[in-house]
């Protein structure tokens, strides 16, 4: 598997779609971002959790250790935690920070964040890590 970078992180059909963006790989951490707009809307107008658990589970795999070495991996385990709504126009960014990385899974915690700084959700994501690779173009 080729390692990922942030510009074939971004080419990545459904982040495209989502209007999201990978900003910053980190040692230990990465970072996503995306500005809600009318595309993520939900039935009652508001802004889709989807939208958030998507970023929660994506920014999960950009930490330097994980995709971005070639290690990949699949989500055993998600978990989410809405703290405020998010509104059309606001700006998300969404940190990863790598807590454990043993040698069949790795464990992260997510904050989910305004353009004020407030938190809007927070969640953990499990990852197992796979022996076997990636397809070639699948990241």
Known sequence: MQPATVE?????????TLGIRLV???DRHALMAVVVDERHRNYLGGVHGGLIATLVDTVCFFPKPLLPSGQAATTIDLNVSYVRPAAIG???SARAELLHLGRRTASLAVRVTDQRGRLVAHGTTTLLLLEEAVPSGVV
């Not at 971004?10 to 982040?15: G, P, V």
């Open 24 to 26: 910053e790989i980190g």
């Open 90 to 92: 606001d700006h998300l």
């Open 8 to 16: 074939s992180a971004n080419a990545i059909s459904l982040l495209k």
